[in-house]
Structure formats: C-alpha cells, structure tokens
C-alpha cells in the first residue's frame, strides 16, 4: 500500500473519531484546556482543596445538627450527605453551579412475607448563588461555624433554605 493514502486515510479516520468524541474529551485529546474545572481545582490542580475539605466538614456537620429537626422528620429516618462539587469557568473564576447529592434510606420487614421493603431515594440539591459569583466570593460567604445558615452571594439566600425545598 503506497504511503500517502494511507496517511489520508489515517487522517480522515482521526478527524471522524475526534468528531464522534464528546467535546471535553476531543478539547483534551487536542492539548486544549478545560472550559470548567472543579472548584477544588482551581485556578490549578488541588488549589482549594484543603478550604473546600474544611467547608464540607463544616456544612455536614451543621446539616447533622439540624437533620433530626428539620430535614428528618419526615417520609426517611437515614439521610446521608453524600459528594458536594462546584463548577467554575476556567478562565474567569466564576462559579457556574454547586449541587450537594444526598440519599436516605427507609427499611421495612414485610409482615406477611418477612421480605424487606426499601425506599432508597436519591436527590441533587443545587446552591442558590448569582451569576458572576467568584469562587473568592463563595468561599468568603461560607466562612465560619454555620455556612448553612449564611446568605450566599448574589441571592441573599442561605443553603439550609435550599436544602429545605430540595429534600422535600
């Protein structure tokens, strides 16, 4: 087989597969940047991650506190923070959406049966930030013993606001 059309053909099939490929992964394959990174990486790898680590820490301790109260008295008795993320624009610091999944649990023996009957249901509870916020301006108002209960920027309003319309 001479040289160049198997190159062309080479060619036009890594153009066809970097097409098929999402775009994250073609911006990748290409040696481009990201558009968004997760907060903890920014402005580089592992950047914030000891003040996100901390701000986690603190926001599940404070939903421990106010769980058996508030969010679980209801339908679950088991809610469990799970993974919490932030998505920033790469280029210009801006957090684009910050979402906190939960799950909870409820187990029942079937009393004619004895088999257990579970309820196990998942939710994605979003912050409630502006546009245009920062991740110095989110960090900032999360700071201290209660981020729960801190009016986040751009909206005046708080997470444990949030969470309360989320969980239900």
């Known amino acids: 087989m001479p040289v160049i059309p198997f190159l062309i053909r080479c060619s036009l099939l890594s153009a066809a597969l970097l097409f098929l490929l999402p775009a994250s992964v073609a911006r990748a394959a290409a040696g481009v940047p990201p558009l968004h990174v997760d907060l903890v990486d920014y402005p580089?790898?592992?950047?914030?991650?000891?003040?996100f680590r901390d701000l986690r820490h603190r926001l599940?301790?404070?939903f421990d506190d106010v769980c058996p109260d508030t969010f679980c008295e209801g339908e679950y008795t088991d809610y469990q923070?799970?993974?919490?993320?932030c998505s920033v624009e790469r280029a210009t610091g801006r957090v684009n959406v910050c979402g906190w999944a939960f799950a909870a649990s409820e187990l029942r023996v079937d009393p004619a049966t004895g088999a257990l009957?579970?309820?196990?249901?998942?939710?994605?509870c979003h912050f409630p930030i502006g546009g245009g916020t920062t991740v110095a301006a989110l960090l900032a108002a999360m700071e201290g013993p209660q981020p729960l209960f801190q009016r986040l920027p751009g909206t005046g309003e708080t997470l444990f606001e949030a969470l309360g319309d989320c969980l239900r």
Request: charged share 15%.
């Open 44 to 51: 580089t790898p592992q950047a914030n991650w000891s003040a």
């Open 60 to 62: 599940e301790a404070g």
């Open 81 to 85: 923070p799970l993974k919490l993320r």
């Open 117 to 124: 009957q579970r309820q196990q249901p998942t939710w994605l």
